[in-house]
């Protein structure tokens, strides 16, 4: 049905505008604003309720965006830090970070406790591998070993645990493998010069892939 003005007619521009300036206004002046996960829009003055998606029974607080603020500087000192020796590291660890803001909510970093750790392994636990979580809570971990040495108040690294994980055995090539592998790289090409150096490196040190493409 449509919308009607005072007048019984259809409302002209200038009742429009109106309208929509006291709906804002309403939105604006709201002390509390419940927000859908992903849409925190920053109000001065106002107080949010963060329901997280993950986990729908809690809510977390946040006062003008002002921890959420904080939390991404922490974050961005901590993947500065991380990157002066371990650039790749660096960039893969900012996804896995913002998860766990994501799940267990923005606050300061002291507040986090173990029950957070407890909810984001188990929102993990329900969308990742054995090897992904490993590799998340030893992101987590880090995280908070690097502002424990660095004298803040927050949860003791100590306390996430990393979840056992059997191994698999994975088959190793055989001399005889990489002796065919190197014979049939040319060496009279500047590219595949640099392969078989690679090759060989990978070969004789055992170095990680990671850290091979690290190398300038």
Not at 44 to 64: D, F, I, M
Not at 111 to 116: I, L, Q, S, V
Not at 181 to 208: A, K, Q
Request: glycine share 6%; charged share 25%; proline share 4%.
């Amino acid at each position: 049905m449509p919308f009607n003005g005072p007048s019984g007619c259809p409302p002209d521009r200038n009742e429009q505008r109106g309208l929509c300036k006291a709906i804002w206004h309403w939105i604006y002046s709201s002390s509390c604003v419940k927000l859908a996960l992903g849409s925190l829009y920053k109000l001065p003055g106002a107080t949010y309720t963060v329901r997280c998606g993950a986990l729908k029974h809690k809510t977390r607080q946040v006062r003008s965006g002002r921890v959420l603020c904080y939390m991404q500087e922490k974050i961005k000192e901590y993947l500065d830090w991380k990157g002066t020796y371990a650039t790749r590291a660096s960039v893969n660890y900012r996804s896995w970070l913002d998860k766990f803001i994501l799940v267990c909510g923005e606050k300061n970093i002291e507040e986090y406790d173990t029950r957070d750790i407890v909810d984001y392994k188990h929102w993990l636990e329900t969308r990742y591998g054995a090897y992904s979580i490993q590799f998340a809570m030893v992101i987590i971990k880090n995280f908070f070993k690097f502002y424990k040495l660095k004298n803040y108040r927050c949860l003791s690294p100590e306390l996430i645990k990393m979840p056992r994980i059997h191994a698999k055995s994975h088959r190793a090539v055989t001399e005889e493998e990489f002796n065919k592998i190197v014979s049939l790289i040319p060496e009279n090409e500047f590219c595949r010069l640099r392969d078989l150096i690679m090759i060989r490196l990978l070969w004789d040190t055992g170095v990680r892939v990671s850290e091979l493409c690290d190398l300038d």
